[in-house]
């Protein structure tokens, strides 16, 4: 699987957009990235997925670069209660098993202020 | 929808015992399951990938006479941790392969060897 690299931290002020990058120039066409965030000492929530189309649900939206080897999660009014570690991880999908699998990195924390 | 459950929250145990740790998905059936272990102020670490009705396939690294694995139905993994010592202290986190083979994970169990 292809490796990401994100910044260690962010702020964002409460209100406001949040967008979080991530570089994944290794990405391979059948991966996807998919976002996890982990607010702390709980376990990890999913958040949204992609291939190459970008993609919003009611918690975020994804921009993906046309060449996909970058992304942007963006969450469009940050709240205190989304203070957490966001991880871009990239993954083959839809073949089951263990190619299923997500190598977690270091990820974002992304600090919401008041 | 998608959710995943771990009991217990947390345990403590002494030196010397082995501890279960139940996963469960609430409202779907998981073929593959995957556990995890993060370290304060680290990221999570795949341990194994759980599969039902055959053995787990374990990481690099990862002792399988020590943490046993179990995938018995699809709903239900379970971790046991055998004879804990303090080093074995530390989060663990399961997860349940879901809809479109997305990953949800539960809350985690915190573990405590005295």
């Known amino acids: 699987d292809a490796k990401t690299t994100q910044p260690t931290s962010m702020d964002c002020a409460e209100g406001r957009a949040a967008n979080l990058p991530c570089n994944h120039s290794?990405?391979?066409?059948?991966?996807?990235v998919y976002w996890y965030r982990q607010i702390h000492s709980q376990g990890p929530q999913y958040i949204i997925h992609?291939?190459?189309n970008n993609e919003t649900n009611e918690m975020a939206s994804l921009i993906i670069t046309e060449d996909r080897k970058s992304s942007t999660l963006i969450l469009p009014h940050a709240t205190l209660r989304d203070t957490a570690v966001y991880y871009c991880i990239v993954r083959v999908g839809l073949y089951g098993g263990a190619t299923n699998k997500l190598i977690f990195g270091t990820g974002t924390l992304l600090a919401v202020q008041p | 929808g998608a959710v995943v459950s771990q009991h217990p929250s947390w345990v403590i145990c002494k030196s010397g015992t082995s501890v279960k740790i139940e996963c469960r998905s609430l409202d779907f059936q998981a073929t593959t399951m995957f556990w995890y272990r993060q370290f304060p102020k680290q990221s999570l670490m795949l341990m194994a990938t759980s599969n039902e009705g055959s053995k787990a396939t374990y990481e690099q690294g990862v002792e399988k006479d020590k943490f046993l694995i179990n995938h018995a139905s699809l709903t239900l993994s379970t971790l046991t941790v055998t004879s804990a010592h303090p080093e074995d202290s530390s989060f663990y986190i399961c997860?349940?392969?879901?809809?479109?083979?997305?990953?949800?994970f539960g809350p985690g169990t915190r573990l405590l060897v005295l």
């Open positions: 997860s349940a392969s879901g809809p479109q083979e997305t990953q949800y």
């Open positions: 290794t990405i391979s066409g059948n991966e996807y």
């Open positions: 992609g291939l190459k």
